[in-house]
């Protein structure tokens, strides 16, 4: 890669950190870093491979869905987009700058975007209000809460905005009779470990008041900050030093600008769905096309071993009194009727269908073998018809695209973790 195996471990460790991704695309093992920012294990101690999400990302990409260019330093072919049965711009989001220009996009709920599709599929005319019944703001990995509803649909509604994120906590009481506010879940891209610190200087140089200790009890399990409150002092009142001098309540700041067909564009909500929705169009009809090909292709070469089973002698006969290999092929290619034994036929194979019949092994001759020709044969015009109603019909390309929602929803789908 031009930017060397660095830069690819970065992206790596990222795609399989859970507090990064919605939907982490790799399955990682070994030490991938942590919310705390601890950075991960060198890459010979960790393993990786694809999650089974990211292979929906490839899905159907060896079948012609989409173009492909020279990589970097003309080795290889690299495709330009994935055919991708997800919409992983907004399930995952997107951080990253360019010259002059820099996005920002925050992940969201698979089955609420998967609703949002079908919804747009049945009535393209479906304003902001009506996708927001379904996709009620981004979906965070570390969960939390998010306000604001207003500032989520300028968001949503323009493409920019920003997002007002803040940390669950509770009150809870001690074994020893003492009150503790207790931290379960952070902002998204907060790290816990500097958080910690910061309060702990803010506490120390009396800018907050009210906390008596702090510790960390965290696990595998989840996260669990410990804030013990100073005799006298209120829930109310340390909570909102909190929010107001720490990341514990932190903004998002919304950007959702993205490549349409190579022209930088800040994409509204519907924008983005609607172009995911035309990409997924295009792949399908790609598809098709890339499955007729092939069918018909076996189609032609079935009917020519169809053609040499019914008049089997006729054919053994040629290839029997044929001088070569290639003579035979000549003979069964002729449009011309010629001796067969006790017949006189013109079988008029193509080249190919005549070159499937020469390298037809014995054993095809049997009848058990030639029914199972005859069945492929009446299957693969079955096929065939379906493709060509396919393409003939744009609805029932658009029905496809819901059916993936549904199935994908039903495999990867769950409940939103980020309370609006």
């Not at 919804?119 to 998010?146: N, R, S």
């Not at 968001?155 to 931290?183: C, D, F, H, K, P």
């Amino acid at each position: 890669h031009p930017h060397g195996d660095a830069s690819i471990y970065d992206a790596l460790v990222r795609m399989a950190q859970d507090f990064n991704m919605r939907y982490p695309l790799v399955a990682g093992q070994g030490n991938f870093g942590s919310i705390d920012g601890d950075p991960p294990a060198a890459m010979r101690y960790t393993e990786a491979r694809l999650a089974p999400i990211a292979g929906e990302m490839l899905a159907d990409i060896d079948r012609n869905t989409v173009d492909f260019q020279p990589n970097f330093d003309d080795s290889m072919e690299e495709p330009l987009v994935l055919p991708s049965r997800l919409p992983n711009l907004l399930l995952n989001g997107a951080s990253g700058i360019a010259v002059g220009m820099a996005t920002n996009i925050p992940p969201h709920n698979l089955n609420e975007l998967a609703d949002a599709v079908r919804l747009l599929i049945d009535q393209p005319d479906a304003d902001l209000d009506a996708l927001m019944e379904i996709v009620k703001g981004p979906d965070f990995p570390t969960g939390a809460m998010i306000f604001d509803r207003a500032e989520i649909r300028n968001a949503y509604a323009t493409g920019r905005g920003r997002v007002t994120m803040q940390a669950r906590m509770e009150l809870e009481e001690s074994r020893a009779g003492r009150y503790q506010i207790v931290v379960t879940e952070l902002p998204y891209q907060v790290n816990k470990a500097n958080l910690l610190e910061r309060i702990a200087d803010l506490v120390r140089d009396k800018r907050i008041e009210g906390i008596s200790d702090l510790r960390d009890e965290s696990d595998r399990h989840g996260i669990r900050m410990i804030i013990e409150l100073s005799r006298g002092a209120t829930y109310a009142s340390v909570r909102n030093q909190l929010y107001k001098h720490t990341a514990l309540r932190s903004n998002f700041a919304v950007n959702m600008l993205a490549l349409v067909d190579n022209q930088p564009r800040t994409l509204s909500l519907k924008e983005a769905l609607v172009a995911f929705i035309e990409h997924r169009r295009i792949v399908i009809r790609r598809r098709s096309e890339f499955d007729l090909e092939k069918a018909r292709d076996r189609a032609h070469i079935l009917e020519g071993l169809l053609k040499a089973l019914d008049f089997l002698d006729a054919v053994i006969y040629i290839i029997r009194h044929s001088a070569s290999a290639d003579a035979a092929k000549t003979a069964l290619m002729s449009e011309t009727p010629m001796e067969a034994g006790a017949a006189s036929v013109a079988l008029a194979l193509s080249d190919r269908q005549a070159q499937a019949v020469l390298d037809m092994q014995l054993r095809r001759l049997a009848q058990l073998e030639s029914d199972r020709i005859r069945t492929e044969h009446g299957e693969l015009m079955e096929f065939i018809a379906y493709l060509e109603d396919l393409l003939a019909h744009p609805e029932k390309i658009d029905a496809l695209i819901k059916d993936d929602c549904g199935e994908l929803k039903q495999k990867y789908g769950d409940a939103r973790r980020t309370q609006v």
